[in-house]
DNA sequence: GTCATTCAAGAAAACGTTTTCTCGGATTTT
DNA sequence: AAAATCCGAGAAAACGTTTTCTTGAATGAC
């Protein structure tokens, strides 16, 4: 089972095992041959953990992720298992459930298994958490934090850009009560995406009604209590955009009990592009931010980290662009607006 | 860094480190204090990887999914980590993407790290490529597959119990003319499904076309085309049953685009009830099969297996009971359907 | 033909733990 | 009071590798 057993079958030492199965150059073609004939036949797979605990490298990287039902994770998850692969590391997923105690409690374990590095992506505010990391020298890759520090590098997303396009978009649909359900404020990401939002609209000259900014809480039940909100304003918006998409199939679901047509009554945009946004009822148009690309670039950033003989002084940023992606959820804006509401409301008596 | 430095700091032997950090009891109460102390001065944490190299248990297990993105995994896979966090092990995750090479080398390298045992939630029909685990013995446990081996669990699903009970409902509401949608009829499950489905129907005594049993691929893409194909029947059926909810989701997109209305004109049942089925439009009955209960009895068999003493000559056999939960996707039979199946029921008597 | 050089492969050290073995002092037994 | 027992803690072995050091044979230089 172990290298010694390898090594006495082939008649050599447990170093030219080690050399052969490494591929050290050093090794004559025949013992190579004569030691991978008893590897094969014996089925012997080195230990891991032998291995790591002497070369001093694990070959494990952590992934901390807020909580993998939530389907905008699934596929980071998924993205960095295969950039992983490829490369030849392990990854080891924690889903925090925005729980302090299990996030303290994953990165201790993290640290005692030796990570080369963690990809935090959380979209929250639990940084002090990763201070251990921090201090252990661990090269860490954050979504939306800075500034940049020592093998820290930052992936820093574009909010403004796809959310720009996305109030251009309704501008052009004649949409100018546009209300926007934005994540819990205390997050720094929704914070940034509910300003894009607030800075887009001055933008192009459209107000910005307090009223129309809600809080939601980025899930499906945050969507329908603030659907509720909205529809109880005697001035409706005739278009809504949300901080996530989740936060959409939500706002999607209410305007369904309550008799709202979307996109006829209601123009809706989502935010992410998630998978199932193209599935919804109808096709849901969203501003994309790239799964895949932010765990490209979160695993990237951790491998290149890890193979710089110094530290990067001043860890990396990269930089996602979002943009919109147009399908079934908008239409122009129903003449009018206010009029149409009203009979709208009258209808509904 | 390591354990020696605290012996150093601490001026005791590192067994005494050792043995304080493992609560062994014959360390005086006044050392260990002071082993303490320079532990969590140092912020000493000790390296899994020596530990379980010498202890020789990893406290990893492996779990193996399908593919995370699709929506009925997260959900196992968080259940899987919440016991295994409570349990002091950790979890090496893979999602194959059905890839038999990427299953090889995850197995691989689940034998390399030496986990303790592997959780195969699959639905497919890869097992040779598990061979290797089960010839060094690892414990394993799988969904649907018999009959049980040596350190091998098996999660039974009773699929009959769930599937007869969405007979009996759509047919108490006069539906006579059912579909099935099922999976790929490869996979073991896919078929057990079906043929639930169509023992179901000759229990209640109701005709089975084989026109209206459609195999489908457990996608959104496949409900899609499902639906096409049996609004294409002259005798289109009042209701369809799918063999999981991502293909009932696809049905309800192609009803939406087709103008069919759910569940006015067609009565729509999913199965596996995935936490999004809730919040389809309208909600989608589905026929639960909780993945919490999934994950919760994978974990417990490969633990169960761990701590015995002697291996289990035929593993464990742990059965899942599916059940129906109603939402607003089923609704009364367009009439005409209604008095034949009075009729029905009569000469049944 | 002797001596320096090269090189393949074995011996041994090292990685950071746990655990067995050992020892010396304290406690109990007689 | 001597002998036997106990017990806390250090020394050392062990886990399965990689890697450095060593060795001895073969090659080449003069």
């Known amino acids: 089972m172990s290298i010694h057993e390898v090594a006495r079958r082939a008649r050599v030492s447990i170093a030219t095992v080690s050399r052969t199965i490494n591929g050290v150059s050093t090794v004559t073609p025949q013992l190579s041959r004569r030691v991978w004939r008893v590897i094969e036949e014996l089925g012997y797979y080195p230990n891991t953990q032998a291995r790591s605990l002497v070369s001093g490298r694990s070959r494990i990287f952590g992934l901390i992720v807020s909580e993998i039902t939530n389907p905008f994770f699934p596929e980071i998850v998924q993205g960095f298992e295969d950039i992983a692969v490829q490369n030849n590391y392990e990854i080891l997923t924690t889903s925090t459930v925005h729980d302090p105690k299990r996030i303290a409690l994953s990165v201790r374990r993290m640290i005692e298994r030796r990570v080369e590095g963690v990809a935090i992506v959380t979209f929250g505010m639990e940084e002090a958490l990763f201070d251990d990391l921090k201090s252990r020298k661990i090269p860490l890759v954050f979504i939306d934090v800075g500034p940049p520090l020592p093998r820290i590098s930052n992936i820093r997303i574009d909010y403004q850009h796809g959310i720009r396009e996305a109030v251009q978009h309704l501008a052009a ?112 148009t969203s501003v994309k ?61």
Chains 1, 2 share one sequence.
């Open 289 to 349: 931010m790239s799964q895949t690309e932010i765990a490209r670039m979160a695993f990237n950033a951790l491998l290149s980290e890890v193979q710089r003989d110094i530290p990067s002084p001043n860890g990396t940023e990269y930089v996602l662009r979002t943009s919109l992606v147009l399908r079934d959820s908008t239409a122009m804006a129903p003449t009018g607006g206010r009029k149409k509401v009203a009979i709208l409301k009258k209808s509904a008596e």
């Open 173 to 284: 649909l004649c949409h100018e009560r546009i209300a926007f359900i934005s994540g819990p404020l205390i997050l720094k990401s929704a914070m940034a995406r509910q300003r894009a939002f607030i800075e887009s609209m001055e933008e192009i000259g459209l107000p910005v009604d307090p009223n129309l900014l809600i809080e939601g809480d980025h899930t499906m039940e945050g969507g329908i209590k603030a659907l509720k909100k909205i529809l109880n304003f005697p001035k409706r918006p005739t278009a809504v955009i949300c901080s996530n998409d989740m936060t959409a199939i939500g706002v999607m679901r209410q305007s369904y009990e309550e008799g709202v047509h979307i996109p006829r009554d209601l123009s809706l945009v989502g935010f992410d592009d998630i998978r199932l946004a193209q599935f919804m009822i109808p096709p849901l």
